[in-house]
């Protein structure tokens, strides 16, 4: 596919803000508001990017940009598509997932080792079911990288596949169990689209997720207010930081 031969491309613009190399795509304002706080950064400092918000934090902490809100996998690779356009080079995904396997629960943390694509966006940026067998994968790099800075961190997480959707309301009883068959440990809606998408694009992408509820049997356990969800994500942006900087 050629990378090129779309009617409308991703520009800079005429005044691209300038980005550092590294860039976090953060789903939750909660989370945002998080990382703004350990940081030191005014959560109102921002530059409006489509219907999201931008912090460039250049000359306040400057080893990463930061970007969200955002849900679906069509416009977080609108967003992705901007931040490659500005110059990023290595994406780290943070969001909330549904549990799937049984050995998951309710505040754990996920680093995805794949993902499966049941989303409509990666189509079009050169998967090919019939080639790839449903799945796509980070840049092993960052993923490890990851992984290791988690653990220097004493941060305990579980790694392992991811099934990204469109359809939230569509999470079958049929599908669950297909997808925990395949060894899915959650489910959520982008993480597919920025694999795909940062293959494409030639950027370093890689995946944390903290487990915000659970579907693995059958029934909806909504977990969003209990407290080791809580801690969990505190954990997930410090460690996130930590991360950033030694990229």
Not at 89 to 100: D, I, R
Request: with cysteine; charged share 25%; proline share 4%.
């Amino acid at each position: 596919m050629n990378k090129e031969d779309g009617i409308v491309n991703p520009v800079k613009g005429r005044n691209p803000p300038a980005l550092n190399p590294v860039a976090l795509m953060v789903c939750s304002k909660t989370d945002i508001n998080c990382l703004c706080g350990l940081i030191n950064h005014k959560e109102d400092n921002f530059r409006e990017l489509h219907l999201s918000r931008l912090y460039p934090l250049k000359g306040i902490f400057p080893h990463f940009s930061m970007t969200g809100p955002f849900i679906g996998a069509p416009y977080a690779i609108m967003l992705f598509e901007a931040l490659v356009a500005w110059g990023v080079k290595k994406v780290l995904f943070y969001g909330w997932c549904g549990a799937v396997s049984d050995s998951v629960r309710i505040g754990d943390i996920i680093v995805a080792s794949s993902a499966f694509v049941d989303e409509g966006t990666s189509v079009h940026y050169g998967y090919n079911e019939s080639v790839e067998k449903g799945i796509v994968y980070p840049s092993a790099l960052l993923k490890d990288k990851v992984k290791t800075a988690l653990i220097e961190t004493g941060i305990s997480f579980k790694e392992g596949p991811v099934w990204s959707t469109d359809a939230i309301y569509r999470e079958t009883s049929e599908k669950v169990g297909y997808f925990r068959e395949m060894g899915v440990l959650a489910v959520e809606m982008e993480l597919s689209a920025v694999f795909t998408a940062a293959r494409f694009r030639n950027i370093e992408a890689a995946g944390l997720l903290v487990v915000s509820d659970e579907i693995s049997t059958m029934k909806w356990r909504p977990g969003f207010r209990e407290t080791r969800f809580r801690e969990s994500r505190i954990a997930a942006c410090e460690a996130l930081i930590k991360i950033c900087q030694i990229l």
